[in-house]
């Protein structure tokens, strides 16, 4: 069987080389450098001094970003064995380490945020300056809200225990549990809490609903330890947010993701607006499944008939020839990942789902796959690869200050490469088989772009709602929670007993208002490939976008890319409309009956 495996021994020759420790020893040692050499300067009221900061700065991003190749190696070897003693021993050496390089060099954020911002204005704008201007400006907004090195240091200190630990508690405590469950022949199933999320798309209606009764019990057997926790959660971050001066809760999100809060509300507006759009696609999806409504965990289940196997070798081979039509250059960056850096096969004790990973501009890129033979492994393959372009393309161009991406922008490359597959596939296939794509596309389409709303919505919701009552019931979560869910699935879809617990589960609501990048980075796919598609020669401003990282600030990168913001959700939309459409036509075409 074709598989592709990482190739780590290109870093060290095991976990115990001792040579990690060595290296280890040296970056912290550069660390120090850095810190001791600059304790003293005068970068922050002395131009030619800063530029040499600067300097120094791209050199160690460049290549100890993140702890550098040390920590890379067991950071990786990490996501191929979780359970391993030994990574978790060498895992907790490397947080260490970027703990300790954190502190090491905080105060030199601390010292230029403490520049005024009448000379803020001439350092972003200093000609001498020209390539670190967007990153002066990145450190400079931050100017009101970074503390001091001491509380920084209390503050981080604290901050796992004020707020991680109690999310990891819940995590623990349902994944803990193990249940019995009965499929339609009588068959019983003991699966864990992950596993049971998988059989609410399981084919045997028994099964999926039984899963779902057992989940829904052990989300409620945790209810009051959830009801701790999610207002531990609120008010960690109501009193983070009045520790480091925000005034409103997305406050700090917009502006680490450098976004307009206005451009994000704008969308979050436009979505909602058009959810009749989400919810006729369920009553669509009801019809062709044969049910008269679904069920709430019945909303992901696949239209089984029409599925293709894709192996490996079909799928790389078809991303492969997709992205060659588009430039070879795409290409060629993936055929380059092909030989060790990526790791296709699920494996005991491999972390799950799908990554991409990089940490410094110097280091290679790593893709972590669990590949089933399905549709839906097939465009991970483009999805993940559509980051390894941007990351390649970036390496190009940038310097490594600037070697990231924003959330607001990061998914726009991946989702763009796997919308172009995709319509490949539709365009290349028909009856059956291209309705199971059509429903599949429309599937995602609608979670990434309307759930994520409706997600950030009920966040933004229960912030508010929690300044105002200081301690929310679960009753009163769950309510909010509800609202927001059947505002875009529509009357064909149940809200059934339980559901109004989901919350519990969804680990993106401890990382505070991150779900709108979902949303936002496919939507500009959409306009992306609809432009390109009407004019080639917008493949320019593709690879522009690809090669920007953090050169400038987000806003600027997205008018370049479209121009009329009001343009993009209508045509991200319209999209997903059509699909709609055909879908339905297709349907009727193949089951010759009336919808
Ligand atoms: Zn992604």
Not at 52 to 67: A, H, M, Q, R, T
Not at 165 to 173: A, D, F, Q, Y
Not at 328 to 334: M, N, Q, S
Not at 405 to 420: C, G, K, L, N, V
Request: aromatic share 12%.
């Amino acid at each position: 069987m074709y598989s592709l495996k990482w190739n780590l021994s290109q870093f060290y020759k095991s976990l115990d080389d001792e040579q990690i420790d060595k290296d280890i020893s040296l970056v912290l040692k550069e660390g120090k450098r850095l810190h001791d050499k600059y304790l003293t300067s005068d970068f922050d009221s002395n131009l030619k001094s800063l530029k040499v900061l600067l300097i120094d700065l791209e050199s160690f991003d460049n290549k100890y970003s993140y702890g550098g190749k040390p920590s890379y190696y067991i950071y990786l070897n990490q996501f191929l064995d979780q359970e391993s003693v030994k990574v978790k021993a060498r895992y907790s050496q490397i947080e260490k380490l970027n703990i300790e390089l954190s502190s090491l060099l905080h105060f030199i954020y601390e010292r230029l945020s403490k520049i005024p911002e009448s000379k803020q204005e001439i350092l972003v704008n200093d000609s001498s300056l020209k390539e670190y201007s967007n990153y002066l400006r990145n450190v400079f907004k931050f100017s009101k809200h970074i503390l001091s090195n001491e509380k920084e240091e209390v503050v981080n200190e604290l901050s796992d225990m004020a707020s991680g630990s109690w999310n990891r508690l819940l995590e623990s405590l349902h994944s803990s549990e193990v249940v019995k469950v009965k499929d339609s022949k009588g068959k019983t199933h003991t699966l864990n809490f992950e596993k049971l999320t998988d059989r609410f798309n399981s084919p045997d209606k028994v099964l999926r609903d039984n899963a779902s009764l057992a989940f829904n019990e052990i989300l409620l057997k945790h209810s009051k330890v959830a009801e701790a926790e999610f207002n531990n959660t609120l008010q960690y971050k109501a009193k983070m947010d009045k520790i480091k001066k925000y005034s409103y809760p997305e406050e700090s999100r917009y502006l680490s993701d450098d976004v307009e809060k206005e451009f994000v509300e704008d969308m979050c507006d436009y979505v909602k607006k058009y959810n009749t759009v989400s919810k006729d696609y369920y009553t669509l999806k009801a019809k062709v499944l044969g049910l008269k409504k679904l069920k709430y965990h019945e909303r992901g289940l696949s239209f089984e008939k029409g599925e293709s196997k894709f192996d490996l070798k079909k799928s790389i081979d078809i991303v492969k020839n997709v992205f060659n039509t588009i430039d070879p250059k795409f290409e060629g960056i993936l055929h380059k990942f092909l030989s060790g850096n990526i790791d296709s096969e699920s494996k005991k004790g491999k972390s799950g789902g799908a990554y991409c990973i990089n940490v410094a501009k110097s280091l290679p890129t790593f893709i972590l796959l669990n590949h089933h033979d399905k549709l839906h492994d097939l465009l991970t393959i483009a999805h993940e690869a559509g980051h390894g372009i941007n990351s390649e393309m970036m390496k190009e161009t940038q310097n490594a200050l600037y070697f990231s991406t924003p959330p607001a922008t990061a998914e726009i490359a991946s989702t763009f490469f796997e919308d172009m597959v995709v319509d490949n596939l539709i365009e290349n296939s028909k009856g059956v088989k291209k309705l199971n794509i059509l429903l599949k596309k429309i599937d995602m389409d609608v979670s990434s772009i309307f759930r994520q709303v409706a997600f950030f919505n009920f966040e933004r919701e229960v912030h508010a709602l929690f300044k105002l009552k200081h301690y929310l019931s679960n009753k009163e979560i769950g309510e909010v929670f509800t609202k927001h869910m059947s505002s875009y699935m529509g009357s064909s879809v149940t809200q059934d007993k339980g559901s109004e617990n989901w919350w519990m589960y969804v680990p993106h609501f401890r990382m505070y208002f991150y779900v709108y990048s979902y949303s936002m980075g496919l939507m500009i796919a959409k306009y992306m490939k609809a432009k390109y598609k009407k004019d080639k020669k917008y493949l320019k401003n593709i690879k522009e976008f690809l090669s920007t990282g953090t050169s400038l600030p987000t806003s600027e990168v997205i008018k370049k890319l479209t121009g009329d913001k009001d343009h993009i959700w209508k045509m991200a939309i319209d999209e997903i409309k059509s699909n709609i459409n055909d879908a339905n036509k297709l349907y009727k075409e193949i089951n010759g009956s009336q919808l």
